[in-house]
């Protein structure tokens, strides 16, 4: 499972997208403007990202320009309507890894995102580690020191996502809009009990564990203060 970043304005498209990655197990956070893209990158940690070329304001090349001039060394694909060959050397000269003229199927998205992914330079590592914990991507396993943790598959993407985002604090809206953003039905009670059944699983009866609840802003993965 990769964790992805998506700039497209179209909502129609970036919803097709992210319903689709995430029914193939990937995390994606979608932005609508090359300003936020840029501020995501720099902020959180991501395995690649999929850019629209033409979007309102800063676009995809220029955002993309702008990302490789700062060191930025993440794998970007790039979306456009764009097909002379042109276009597509001015967006590889942007930086991009590589390119996807639309309309495209789905199936070529993913083809193309696991070949930027499997890139050598561009490989990111398979474990995740806090404190004790030790999150397996590959694997899809959770270690407490020697004892192993059976997650649900939304529990495992919940962690994974608090792990690469440690120390942070995250309401249940804003966790519901970014890991449940497919499932209209979905709500923020049931944010709540996923991170309930999560909290028991890695943190035990613990009064000071690892998942905490910070009254009036919402849920913090940090390493328990007992173990510093």
Same mark, same amino acid.
């Given at each position: 499972m990769a964790k992805l970043l998506l700039l497209e304005d179209d909502q129609g498209l970036a919803s097709q997208v992210v319903s689709f990655l995430n029914s193939r197990g990937h995390t994606v956070e979608w932005v609508t403007s090359g300003e936020e893209a840029i501020d995501r990158l720099r902020l959180y940690q991501y395995d690649a990202a999929v850019f629209d070329w033409v979007v309102d304001g800063l676009d995809g090349r220029s955002a993309c320009a702008e990302y490789r001039k700062s060191g930025g060394k993440l794998p970007i694909l790039m979306l456009t309507g764009k097909g002379q060959v042109n276009d597509r050397l001015s967006g590889f000269d942007a930086g991009a890894d590589d390119y996807l003229t639309k309309p495209f199927v789905s199936e070529e998205l993913l083809a193309r995102l696991r070949a930027i992914l499997r890139r050598p330079s561009q490989l990111v590592s398979e474990i995740l580690e806090l404190g004790e914990l030790q999150l397996n991507l590959a694997s899809r396993t959770l270690l407490k020191g020697s004892e192993e943790i059976s997650l649900m598959? $939304?529990?495992?993407?919940? @962690?994974?996502?608090?792990?690469?985002?440690? =120390?942070? %604090?995250?309401?249940?809206?804003?966790?519901?809009?970014?890991?449940?953003?497919?499932?209209?039905?979905?709500?923020?009670?049931?944010?709540? $009990?996923?991170?309930?059944? @999560?909290?028991?699983?890695?943190?035990?009866? =613990?009064? %000071?564990?690892?998942?905490?609840?910070?009254?009036?802003?919402?849920?913090?993965?940090?390493?328990?203060?007992?173990?510093?």
């Open positions: 598959p $939304k529990e495992f993407i919940v @962690l994974e996502y608090m792990m690469r985002n440690r =120390n942070r %604090i995250f309401s249940a809206e804003e966790l519901l809009e970014r890991l449940w953003s497919s499932e209209s039905d979905s709500t923020e009670a049931a944010v709540r $009990k996923c991170l309930t059944r @999560l909290r028991s699983k890695i943190d035990g009866a =613990n009064e %000071i564990g690892y998942l905490s609840t910070v009254k009036g802003f919402g849920y913090k993965l940090a390493v328990p203060k007992s173990d510093f």
